[in-house]
């Protein structure tokens, strides 16, 4: 093989000599050490927790975690003898105060709060009519949004010199790509109400590169260089972050920009998920926006289920991303099955947040009284789902006999509930 990894610095071991990584596939012979770790080193290292410390990390989704500097890795146990129970992937995220304002409030989920989201961060916010969520930029994710109530326009600005303003009501999706300059304000009448979803789980929206926090740390005198204006055009300008601040509800559908500003972005950053005609299932509905349906979102995809009282969204995994989920309405019991004889089931209810890691079954049961309604965001913008009950219709019925025992007659009829949501049994 010409692509090795390098081994380690001289006479550092890797990976004991024999080592298997964590599927069962024998190490690769480049990181075996040619002075393998005696039993003795081995065991004072911490065993096979030491072989999981040792172990490259794999790096996986390429430009999807690379800016952010985080890398994601799989959740397995410390000990292959004994895996390490799954971790919570429940945060209530709207039972926490987070940062308030007069004009708004902003409450978020990070590794944080919930350490197994490595994958994901999100935020729940609100905006006051006319209230600003300052013009700025995040260094380490994609912002991917979804309205819940009320109205409020954003702005946008590319690094091609585009911009865009857009006005957003309840079941509207935005996105901003990784780095393009944006605010929000609220439109009024009422709160508007949002989830934000990113496509990092380290990253928190406490940290965002906002244009007050940079003009309040430049001198007067650079800020009238770089803005070609005198210095008591600055007088007023904020000492510190402004973050979110009241200001004037702007006029509805505004389209114009000041005379010689840059022209319309090719690309809208706006999408109307919930006017879409949702995927009808016997227990719900689904709609789902990817960029092949929003051609600017090329790094996460969207979605909006409903399960009815009783229905079951059916047990499935995506192969190519992480699931972070909001709770809207409804009562909830949501499952992740984790291999390695690992299933963690917990009940989750409206404001909620959940994560799912790339790879990991899951399966949501409707187990109250209401529609459940959720949002989920995920970390690609190619949707990707392999349903149990599909891939089973898909196995020859003797197999699935021997491998299931499910006889030959049943395995057939498996067809009929190879949908996204059951309904009620
Ligand atoms: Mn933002
Ligand atoms: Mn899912």
Redesign the pocket.
Known sequence: MSDRQPAGPAGQSTVPQGAHLLDGTPAEPSLVSSAPLSRRDFAALGGAAALGALMPRPITGGDRHGAGGATHIEPVGKDIEAPEPLPSFRYPIESQTGRVYAAGSAKESTVKQMPVAEGLAGVSMRLQPGAIRELHWHALAAEWAFVLTGRCQTTTFDPEGRSEVNDFGPGDVWYFPRGFAHSIQGLGPGECHFVLIFDNGHFSEYGTFSVTDWTSLTPTHVLAQNFGLPEAAFAKLPKGELYIGPGKVPAANATARPDGSAHDAPLTHKFRLLAQAPRESPGGTIRIVSSVEFPISGGMTGAYLTIAPGGLRTM?W?PNAD?WQYYVAGRARLTVFGSSGRARTEDVSAGDATY?PRGYG?HIENTGTEECQIV?GFNSGIYQ?VGLAAWMHNVPPALLADNLGIDEEQGRRIEHAAVPIAARS
Do not use: D, G, Q, S
């Open positions: 499935h995506h699931e799912i899951h989920a789902e």
